[in-house]
Structure formats: C-alpha cells, structure tokens
C-alpha cells in the first residue's frame, strides 16, 4: 500500500487492489479513517472512521483538501482515471 502523503504522523495511503469511488486511507496507531476524494474540485468526504475524534477528522480532512490535487494525480497514477 503505497503512502502518498504525511500528515503530522498519519499516514495517508491509497491500496493499489482497492475499488472506487477514489479515496484515501488515512492511517495512526489505532485509528484508520476513509475519505472519498470527490475528484480534484472536492471536497473530501468522511467514509469511515475507526477512533479518530471530531477535531482531528476536520483537520485531516482540511490538509487533504489542501492536498487534493496531489492526491487525486496518486490515485490515477495507481489505478487510473476516477
């Protein structure tokens, strides 16, 4: 699982086997969160969310919309086209 991006000590990974729609998973110890990318316009969407409390979901979720077009050019990279 290829990690795309760093975020203050999560991981932000995109599994090269995994279906759409686009999305990334973002990785901490204990805690996993999904967000659907909603092409390079956003904005992201929370998915799914092991462990994460709220404040932390909105401040990942505003570094990868920060990031959003680098991570939208990972995904076609891995998987291609959205």
């Known amino acids: 699982m290829p990690t795309v991006l760093r975020l ?5 990974a995109i599994y090269p ?3 759409r ?4 998973h973002v990785i901490g110890p204990g805690t996993e969160a999904v967000f ?3 092409g390079p ?4 969407e929370l998915r799914e969310c092991f462990g994460f409390g709220a404040k932390a979901l909105r401040e990942i979720a ?4 920060e ?12 998987h291609g086209d959205f």
Do not use: F, Q
């Not at 316009?41 to 992201?44: A, I, M, W």
């Open 8 to 12: 203050e000590g999560l991981r932000v």
């Open 17 to 19: 086997n995994d279906h």
């Open 21 to 24: 729609p686009a999305h990334v």
């Open 36 to 38: 659907v990318l909603n």
């Open 41 to 44: 316009n956003g904005p992201v």
């Open 62 to 65: 505003n570094s990868l919309e």
């Open 67 to 78: 990031n959003l077009e680098r991570l939208c050019e990972s995904w076609k990279t891995i």
